[in-house]
T-cell receptor, first 114, second 115 residues
Framework: DAGVIQSPRHEVTEMGQEVTLRCKPI?????LFWYRQTMMRGLELLIY????????DSGMPEDRFSAKMPNASFSTLKIQPSEPRDSAVYFC????????????FGPGTRLTVL | AQTVTQSQPEMSVQEAETVTLSCTYD???????LFWYKQPPSRQMILVIR??????QNATENRFSVNFQKAAKSFSLKISDSQLGDAAMYFC????????????FGEGTQLTVNP
C-alpha cells in the first residue's frame, strides 16, 4: 500500500489567496484526521471524519477553514482567504475504524503564507 | 478534556546508552490507548509503540519499552542501546477507547543522540 498521500508537499502562497490541501487515505480505512503542527501550538486536531461524516470540527480555527470528504478515498482542507498565521505543517492521517488501530500519517504539507 | 504533558523539551543520550522520556496525562476515561510517535527531520510521523490501558503488562518493541503507571497516569518511554537514527522529536499521545477517536498529543521531546 502506498500509505496516506498528501498533496502538495509544499505550498507557498500570498495572503488572501485560497489554499486547498488534499489527502488520499489508505484504502479500507474508515477514519480520516486533519492535524496542524506549529511551533507555538504543537500538534492539534482540526477535524476528523468517520465513514466520510465529520465527527468533530471543534479544532477548525475559524470560518476561513473548511474540510470535505466527498468519498472514502479523498478529502480536502481549504483555507480561504489564507493569512500568514496559517503557516504550518498540515498532516492528514487515517485509521481503520476499530479498537487500538494506529493512525497512519501522511508526509504532511508545509504551507507558507507570505 | 484530556491533556498530555511532556515536561522535557529536550533530552540527550550517548550512543549505546539508555534514555527515558517522560509523559503524563489526565483523563477521566477508563478505556483508552497511549502511543509514542517519532518525528525525524523528514517530519514523517512514525508510531514507535502503543499501550492499551486495560493491559497491565508494559508494551515492548525491540529496543523500545514503556513504563505504564495507570494510577499515576504516567507513560514513559525507554530507549535502550540508543542509535544515531533514534534522534528525533518524540510525541506522547492519548486516544479514547472509542473507535475512530482523535489523538491528543503532548508538546514533544527533542532527543539528541551523541556519537
Amino acid at each position: 500500500d502506498a500509505g496516506v498521500i498528501q498533496s502538495p508537499r509544499h505550498e507557498v502562497t500570498e495572503m488572501g489567496q485560497e489554499v486547498t490541501l488534499r489527502c488520499k487515505p489508505i484504502s479500507g480505512h474508515n477514519s480520516l484526521f486533519w492535524y496542524r503542527q506549529t511551533m507555538m501550538r504543537g500538534l492539534e486536531l482540526l477535524i476528523y471524519f468517520n465513514n466520510n461524516v465529520p465527527i468533530d470540527d471543534s479544532g477548525m480555527p475559524e470560518d476561513r477553514f473548511s474540510a470535505k470528504m466527498p468519498n472514502a478515498s479523498f478529502s480536502t482542507l481549504k483555507i480561504q482567504p489564507s493569512e500568514p498565521r496559517d503557516s504550518a505543517v498540515y498532516f492528514c492521517a487515517s485509521s481503520p475504524f476499530r479498537g487500538a488501530d494506529e493512525q497512519f500519517f501522511g508526509p504532511g504539507t508545509r504551507l507558507t503564507v507570505l | 478534556a484530556q491533556t498530555v504533558t511532556q515536561s522535557q523539551p529536550e533530552m540527550s543520550v550517548q550512543e549505546a546508552e539508555t534514555v527515558t522520556l517522560s509523559c503524563t496525562y489526565d483523563t477521566s476515561e477508563s478505556d483508552y490507548y497511549l502511543f509514542w510517535y517519532k518525528q525525524p527531520p523528514s517530519r514523517q510521523m512514525i508510531l514507535v509503540i502503543r499501550q492499551e490501558a486495560y493491559k497491565q503488562q508494559n508494551a515492548t518493541e525491540n529496543r523500545f519499552s514503556v513504563n505504564f503507571q495507570k494510577a499515576a497516569k504516567s507513560f514513559s518511554l525507554k530507549i535502550s542501546d540508543s542509535q544515531l537514527g533514534d534522534a528525533a522529536m518524540y510525541f506522547c499521545a492519548y486516544r479514547r477507547g472509542t473507535s475512530g477517536s482523535r489523538l491528543t498529543f503532548g508538546e514533544g521531546t527533542q532527543l539528541t543522540v551523541n556519537p
